[in-house]
């Protein structure tokens, strides 16, 4: 069982959070609901705490500055919001995950899921990627977490020339003639990678703009990245492709 923990400040959410969490995730063993971000830092003193379910905005401190008051942080976080576009990137950038409020069932099951998958690996280094994002929004140089076969990899968004789709996994083609094989879809990597300079030039390619050398034309085209790599350009991303190379056609 993973031991786990509810912390928000809205009661209704709690009690829904937990009915769900009985009746779709047998796995998890409810150990404490919390609704102040007090109460929430004295049950997680407790070390054998696995999971916790943090909701975002709360009175006083909320669910960011919250685990910043506990580095090391040694357990998996769920975080649960109501929409809120830029914590959601910073989140993604993390590869740590979240529910919006109202919670899907569905939604709620696959993140329980993929916590469990991950339980025996630190969210120390996600948790600094997530901070390092809110604290400067848009600064060139953030690193993002990139779960993988291995574990989890950090490097700067920066460092990417392409992202090539494979099933539930995508190949990231890097500088210096690296590859990492990610276990994200292209689409959640695409998310991750919004506030960056990429763009979807096929449904199975994400390029960096900064790294494309050349453009041939086609049909749809390709395109000639820094690492010599060849991608192709769909019929349908061709025109929008073109604006974005040469912003005052």
């Known amino acids: 069982m993973i031991k786990t923990v509810i912390i928000d400040d809205e009661l209704d959410g709690c009690e829904v959070l937990s009915t769900l969490l009985e009746r779709y995730c047998p796995q998890v063993a409810i150990v404490g609901v919390c609704n102040t971000p007090e109460e929430g830092l004295e049950v997680l003193a407790d070390k054998?705490?696995?999971?916790v379910f943090l909701d975002i905005q709360m009175p006083r401190m909320n669910g960011f500055e919250l685990l910043e008051c506990l580095q090391p942080v040694n357990f998996g976080v769920i975080f649960t919001t109501s929409y809120d576009q830029f914590a959601i990137k910073a989140i993604r950038a993390s590869a740590l995950d979240y529910l919006l409020k109202p919670v899907d069932k569905e939604e709620l099951q696959a993140s329980v899921k993929k916590a469990e998958e991950q339980l025996?690996?630190?969210?120390?280094?996600?948790l600094s990627v997530l901070l390092s994002q809110l604290r400067s929004p848009g600064k060139t140089g953030h690193r993002i977490a990139l779960p993988t076969m291995e574990g989890l990899q950090i490097i700067p968004a920066e460092?990417?020339?392409s992202c090539a789709s494979s099933s539930n996994y995508t190949i990231?083609?890097?500088?210096?003639n690296q590859r990492i094989?990610?276990?994200?879809t292209l689409k959640e990597i695409e998310e991750?990678?919004?506030?960056?300079?990429?763009l979807r030039v096929h449904h199975s390619y994400l390029v960096n703009l900064n790294e494309i050398r050349k453009y041939i034309r086609g049909e749809g085209g390709s395109l000639v990245m820094s690492d010599g790599s060849s991608v192709d350009v769909s019929r349908s991303k061709k025109e929008?492709?073109?604006?974005?190379l040469q912003p005052g056609r």
């Not at 990231?172 to 210096?176: D, G, V």
């Not at 929008?240 to 974005?244: G, V």
């Open 48 to 51: 054998t705490i696995q999971l």
């Open 192 to 198: 991750m990678l919004e506030e960056y300079a990429f």
């Open 181 to 184: 094989v990610v276990s994200r």
């Open 240 to 244: 929008f492709l073109l604006k974005r």
């Open 172 to 176: 990231l083609s890097l500088k210096e």
């Open 120 to 126: 025996h690996s630190s969210s120390t280094q996600q």
């Open 159 to 161: 460092s990417i020339i």
